[in-house]
């Protein structure tokens, strides 16, 4: 059996790191990068990289293009933004180089935390957290009046990836409308299916409205005004993608004229937002720090989701989350 | 056919009044009680509560008392409290009265409302939306590597009613372990189910404690020093059924020495707290002020559920949410 290298340039310890170690004896591995740079995005890759045929991590896209025989990538993140260039492409195809994610290992925090924000909108959470324990009639009838439940109201949900997927399945109890929106359906979703050409009329109909596109350059500021405009008057939006999908001008418009009536956003573009910046000011915008995959065992998944996908590798099985 | 004579002291107005009146004719209504008070458990029961065969709304327990020929009252809230009394129960078995609630109506609203707790606990949601814009990496890493999923996590659910049933539907696609403590288990629940006396081993398997018990002498202080040193070390609790259930001593001593992390409560005794309440100031002790029934259609759902249990009454059907 021919011993392959591994890189990683994810920073693990203690039990984590064993697991990595033992289950891909006596494939050896070169560890790189900065310490406790788990998922950054801008970790830098080691000159070490030259040397594997498997990189798990956020390796360099042109540290990869210097390489000659890598031959699988496994990022360690769900997107994958800066490899997703007609360059990259070419090159992967020409080199037969595999490029994985780990968005299974995301799918069920992202769609967690995306559902948390759905249910917190519609019970008012923000609001009853912070009326609390104040009695006055104004304000806890003004907060029971303007309270919902998701049964039965309609979503779109832009994107129909791993978190979509998830998320429609957490969403079945709710008897919600579901209607997502993929750039080539295939006939096989569960729910109702729209091309972005459909989704005007469709987002009219929403109460709410869910993005999870991924970062490319199809889908920069994919939701502006016109977008904006064509959702129903105070229905809500949420972020859970890649800010660099979103206008964020027009989405800070439509919030302070209530043409919607609130903003959940787990990503912004840029990551943080300057301190002046009008989102963060605007009327109901609810902001997480990019925070919606995180997961106590995040590093402990995101190894044993490798090992599955480095099985399926060295068995030449499909791999799982794979890009292309 | 005799013409029936309805008392309600809940306040209608416009298209939901009109409901009610147009398909309650020919049978007539006495409006009675303080406008507005729509679910209020004090309001004052007019005197003209003794001419009705039918009361719906709030109708006072003296009152009923001193009516000769009431037959049916009908509750417009999910507790009957001040109805659930040994005196109460023996006065409506000898007059042949029935009792029933609007519990249907609030079952959702209140399943989803605390659904939403247990949501934003494990996303950490307070915590992530305060830290907001926020990505130095001490805050970012803390609340990513705390935050969870309900995914094979296990709760406990003090009681069995409609409210418990509903939740138990939204909690399917998250494959939680469900236990549901119950007085008397029948045998036909859709869950693990245990009697009051096999809870404290229960509740040490618990990384929920979810309270939807009534108001009454059994369930007084159920929740105690005992049950939340019973409790798995950090695990969460959450009330949406009566203040009076929880010794909040007891729990604020919990929340204070992180044997309990996190506290959710719709619900206090009294209500509001007096200002100077220690849970007011108690860590991660999260407080909504009894809005967990709210919905914007809130009196009309109360009004349509009404009719319905109307129509079975002259039908002499089997009544919804009755207690007796």
């Known amino acids: ?34 310490k406790g740079s788990l998922i950054s995005l801008k970790s830098e890759t080691a000159p070490a990289l030259a ?7 956020q390796p360099g896209v042109s540290e ?3 390489t000659s025989h890598l031959r699988w990538v496994h990022l360690s993140s769900a997107g994958y933004t800066r490899y997703d260039t007609a360059e990259f492409c070419k090159m992967a195809k020409d080199r037969k180089l595999a490029l994985t994610t780990s968005s299974s290992v995301y799918a069920e925090p992202c769609a967690e935390h995306l559902f948390s924000f759905m249910l917190a909108q519609v019970r008012r959470l923000p609001a009853a957290l912070k009326t609390r324990n ?33 998320l429609i399945e957490l969403l079945r109890p709710f008897n919600m ?17 729209i091309t972005p ?42 972020n859970i993608g890649r800010g660099t999908t979103v206008d964020q001008d027009a989405l800070n418009e439509a919030l302070h004229s209530g043409q919607v009536s609130a903003a959940w956003l787990d990503v912004t573009e840029p990551e943080p937002l300057p301190a002046d910046h009008p989102l963060l000011s605007a009327p109901n915008c609810f902001i997480t720090p990019h925070v919606g995959g995180g997961h106590a065992n995040e590093s402990e998944m995101l190894v044993r989701h490798f090992l599955e996908n480095f099985r399926r590798f060295l068995n030449e099985d499909s791999l799982l989350d794979r890009v292309f």
Chains 1, 2 share one sequence.
């Open 1 to 34: 059996m021919q011993t392959l290298t591994i890189f990683t340039d994810i920073s693990l310890e203690g039990e984590t790191k064993d697991l990595l170690v033992n289950n891909v004896a006596p494939h050896g591995i070169i560890w790189g990068g900065k």
């Open 51 to 57: 040397d594997a045929d498997i990189a798990f991590g």
């Open 64 to 66: 990869i293009f210097a």
């Open 134 to 166: 104040d009695f006055a009639k104004a304000s806890r009838h003004q907060l029971r009046s303007t309270s919902t439940t998701l049964q039965g109201q309609s979503v779109v949900i832009l994107g129909f990836g791993t978190i979509a997927r998830h």
């Open 177 to 193: 409308k579901i209607v997502a929106m993929r750039r080539q359906p295939k006939g096989d979703e569960s729910v109702s299916t």
């Open 197 to 238: 050409k459909e989704l005007l009329p469709a987002l009219a109909n929403a109460d709410h409205v869910v993005n999870l596109l991924p970062g490319n350059d199809d889908s920069s500021r994919f939701m502006a005004g016109p977008q904006f405009a064509a959702m129903k008057r105070g229905a809500a939006f949420y």
